[in-house]
């Protein structure tokens, strides 16, 4: 069934959307012109043509008439040609001009008295430019001439036509008025009713989750399913007469007219699909699969069946796809980086520790040794730190110190903070005890943090506030979120002063895939994500805010009770205080400068020592000296052999032979290399402490099942 909107307009004035002028300003009407050109060049030359005429019968006034008007059109056309007014703007001024020279043809008589007759092209021209609203241009037309000639007949005013003639004239004008819009009715019902016969599908249609459509060649929609309305918000009275490619994204519409194209130009093919984006009523894009074909009505018009699907939720899906593995690539290459950069750190934090023995005796010296190895060490756990955040990694939960995880996590944020913005920091003394993975709740500051910067892009003196302290909850607030109440929390508060969130996105902020971002402005850990952590985490996050006044996030964490805080880990460097000790070790690492560090580190410990560059160099040194080599300090990562294999080929020579894997990479990096789940690992930089205290360690346990047996 046609609606209303389709026959209110005439062929050569389809509207755009009503009520939604702002939405489509720049309106396509190329489409519209050469039709108008059409009557334009028609009306003008019939135009000249009469006023040639009338100057030859001495008709002054009705020639000049006529030619100003033909002079009108002709100038107002180069307006519309160079796109200055609209389509619509010409044909009201036609309109005009067309009531003025018939008005003036009727009142003054015309050419032997015979203007009445021209009454008949008003309703006419009126449907024919205007559509339905012709019918204002009608009335206006009757209540002008009618009102001039009581005018004329109360001033006695000598009238050009008797009473008959006018009546005539009336009959005239009221008929072709009938006529006129009788056309137009049945025009729009046949096209639409009767050349598609769409009631015989009116029950499918309605039900369908997809939309139904039909269009011309120019793109102008004959009809909508009312699945349109769902999930665009336009109905179809809304959209019916106007240009579908109006609604397609900016971006897509090339793409849209091409396939249009080719399915126009072959029509016996297999249908055409494209993929788009269709604008909604409230300003929001939905994407669509389009699929279709051209067919041909019975009197050689071309109209293309359509079926919109809506893919918004496959495309979400899609492009987050993409996102992930873009994301893990960017975790090889951090993974890559940072073997080369631990290797780095390793060699400075060895040659610090040389370096002790030689400055002990300035106490200035040995300081700035520490600091080197203090430094080199807090580099490292910023490289752990980049890792995790690149990696998923199974939640490793360790008695750690929330305070210093904060403060970590502080100082790496620092260069993701633009320098305009004011980071106000408060994390308190305690150490607060938690039970948590360090790696989870640092990605979950960082984002935080990010999204709070991303907040203040447009703010006037913009603010972070992260503070940190312990609470005491109510019972009302534990009961809403089944918590126990029984102990202290952790709060760990970051606000800022920025946009704020809608209060129609707020419940929606912890969805999954929910955004108001785009996806390459995303960091790849949404907030449902965030709250995910802090739930594995036994806690509570909460978000407080106001658009234009900025958000604060909450995250509420169980404190444990630990007898002391040295149950803790430390995450800084202590100081080294080593004993010498004995043995011969095989170092395997593919870097010179890391092999001679501790080469050199071991032999300052007492430590016999040998070197090899690769795995095959390892396997022949071991072959050469497996009675006496105590234990294996192995790279992973290595060209030509890797480490584990290297390990499997000499525990074939000596299956008791104590190996310790040593690694720049994440964890996440490791899988593929078949590790041993109890295998001993240690994660460059070195802290030679921790390899003096795991090399007595294993060699210690060799000793002792030696005994054993």
């Not at 260069?415 to 408060?426: D, E, F, L, R």
């Not at 795995?615 to 584990?644: C, R, T, W, Y």
Request: glycine content about 6%; charged content about 20%; some cysteine.
């Amino acid at each position: 069934m046609k609606s209303k909107q389709s026959f209110e307009y005439g062929i050569f004035e389809s509207p755009l959307l009503r009520n939604s002028d702002d939405l489509f300003i720049h309106a396509e009407e190329e489409n519209q012109k050469t039709a108008t050109r059409f009557i334009k060049n028609l009306f003008v030359t019939s135009l000249l043509l009469f006023a040639s005429y009338n100057l030859f019968l001495n008709e002054y006034s009705l020639a000049i008439l006529e030619t100003i008007t033909a002079v009108m059109m002709l100038g107002t056309w180069r307006l519309v040609a160079s796109d200055k007014i609209k389509i619509g703007t010409f044909t009201t001024l036609c309109m005009s001009l067309l009531i003025v020279l018939v008005s003036f043809t009727l009142l003054s008589g015309g050419v032997d008295h015979t203007g009445y007759i021209w009454v008949f092209t008003v309703p006419l021209l009126a449907v024919l430019f205007q559509g339905i609203r012709g019918f204002f241009w009608i009335a206006a037309f009757l209540l002008i001439n009618i009102t001039a000639l009581l005018w004329m007949g109360m001033h006695d005013i000598q009238l050009p036509y008797s009473l008959p003639v006018l009546i005539q004239a009336l009959l005239s004008f009221l008929l072709s008025t009938m006529l006129a819009y009788s056309f137009e009715f049945l025009r729009i019902r046949y096209q639409v009713s009767e050349e598609f016969g769409l009631n015989r599908f009116k029950v499918l249609i309605e039900n369908s989750s997809d939309v139904t459509s039909i269009i011309d060649s120019l793109t102008t929609i004959l009809f909508v399913s009312p699945t349109f309305e769902r999930l665009t918000g336009y109905t179809s009275e809304e959209v019916s007469g106007t240009k579908a490619i109006m609604l397609v994204h900016p971006d897509d519409r090339i793409e849209v007219i091409t396939a249009i194209g080719k399915a126009y130009l072959d029509p016996d093919s297999n249908p055409v699909t494209v993929r788009h984006r269709y604008q909604c009523k409230d300003g929001s894009w939905i994407h669509a699969e389009t699929i279709g074909r051209f067919i041909t009505g019975n009197k050689g018009q071309r109209y293309a069946i359509l079926n919109s699907r809506d893919i918004s939720e496959h495309v979400k899906f899609e492009e987050h796809h993409r996102h992930n593995q873009k994301m893990q690539s960017l975790g090889t290459l951090i993974g890559g980086i940072a073997h080369n950069i631990n290797n780095i750190l390793s060699a400075v934090v060895g040659n610090a520790f040389l370096l002790k023995s030689v400055v002990q005796s300035s106490e200035s010296g040995a300081l700035r040794v520490e600091n080197i190895e203090r430094l080199s060490m807090r580099a490292s756990d910023m490289i752990s730190q980049l890792l995790s955040y690149a990696h998923e990694h199974p939640v490793q939960m360790q008695n750690i110190s929330l305070q210093e995880v904060c403060q970590q996590s502080a100082e790496f944020v620092r260069g993701i903070i633009p320098a305009n913005i004011h980071v106000h920091i408060s994390l308190g003394e305690l150490k607060l005890p938690i039970q948590g993975d360090a790696s989870l709740i640092h990605q979950v500051l960082v984002h935080l943090f990010t999204n709070a910067r991303d907040a203040l892009t447009h703010t006037k003196n913009p603010e972070i506030r992260f503070e940190l302290s312990n609470v005491a909850l109510d019972q009302d607030f534990c009961k809403l979120h089944k918590v126990s109440h029984a102990h202290l929390w952790a709060l760990i508060s970051i606000s800022d002063n920025g946009q704020g969130i809608a209060p129609e996105n707020l419940n929606r902020i912890f969805d999954p895939f929910f955004t108001t971002k785009d996806v390459d402005q995303g960091d790849g850990l949404g907030l449902s994500m965030v709250q995910g952590t802090v739930k594995t985490h036994g806690g509570i996050i909460t978000v407080n805010s106001s658009e234009d006044e900025g958000s604060t996030f909450n995250i509420y964490l169980p404190i444990k009770d630990y007898k002391t805080e040295e149950d803790l880990p430390s995450l800084s460097v202590a100081g080294l205080n080593l004993a010498e000790h004995s043995g011969l070790v095989l170092i395997v690492d593919d870097s010179e400068e890391l092999l001679e560090v501790l080469e050199m580190s071991l032999l300052s410990l007492g430590y016999q020592v040998l070197k090899a560059h690769n795995g095959l160099e390892a396997i022949s040194l071991f072959k050469d000296h497996s009675n006496d080599i105590g234990l294996v300090l192995m790279d992973i990562i290595m060209p030509q052999m890797s480490g584990v294999e290297s390990a499997q080929e000499i525990r074939a020579i000596n299956p008791n032979i104590q190996i310790i894997f040593l690694t720049g990479y994440d964890e996440s990096d490791l899988s593929m290399y078949d590790l041993a789940h109890d295998a001993s690992i240690l994660h460059k930089p070195i802290d030679i402490r921790k390899l003096d205290n795991e090399i007595a360690y294993v060699l210690n346990q060799d000793d002792s099942n030696a005994k054993k047996k």
